[in-house]
């Protein structure tokens, strides 16, 4: 079983960066992809960015795309994702989610394992 803890959200003016972590226990992080997904209140679900397993290959929503960077370091089982020139629009709760494929997109099905999300909020 593979469990996640996000942090790194919280409260930020528009034009402000927050880095998200996504911390992976129970097994190693190296064999799994990982999206990053938010839902903000009314809105569907949806991706943000993820990173392949393998080749570190990186995808991103238009929406955030120059502006937001996913990374990880497998050694600390981590996955990052730096938010800069952030906008009100950006406000959600953000999950990230781990498959076992070689899939790099947003398709919520191929995710086979979802963290409990943390808040992140852009507001003057």
């Known amino acids: 079983q593979l469990q996640f803890v996000e942090s790194g959200g919280g409260l930020v003016q528009p034009g402000g960066s927050l880095r998200l972590s996504c911390v992976t226990s129970?097994?190693?992080?190296?064999?799994?992809?990982i999206g990053w997904f938010r839902q903000a209140p009314g809105k569907e679900h949806e991706g943000v960015s993820c990173i392949s397993r393998s080749d570190f290959a990186t995808y991103y929503a238009d929406s955030v795309k120059g502006r937001f960077r996913i990374s990880r370091d497998n050694a600390k089982n981590t996955v990052y994702l730096q938010m800069n020139s952030l906008k009100p629009e950006d406000t959600a709760v953000y999950y990230c989610?781990?498959?076992?494929?070689?899939?790099?997109?947003?398709?919520?099905?191929?995710?086979?394992?979802w963290g409990q999300g943390t808040q992140v909020t852009v507001s003057s």
């Open positions: 129970g097994r190693n992080l190296d064999s799994k992809g």
């Open positions: 989610a781990a498959d076992s494929s070689t899939y790099l997109g947003f398709a919520p099905h191929y995710y086979e394992y």
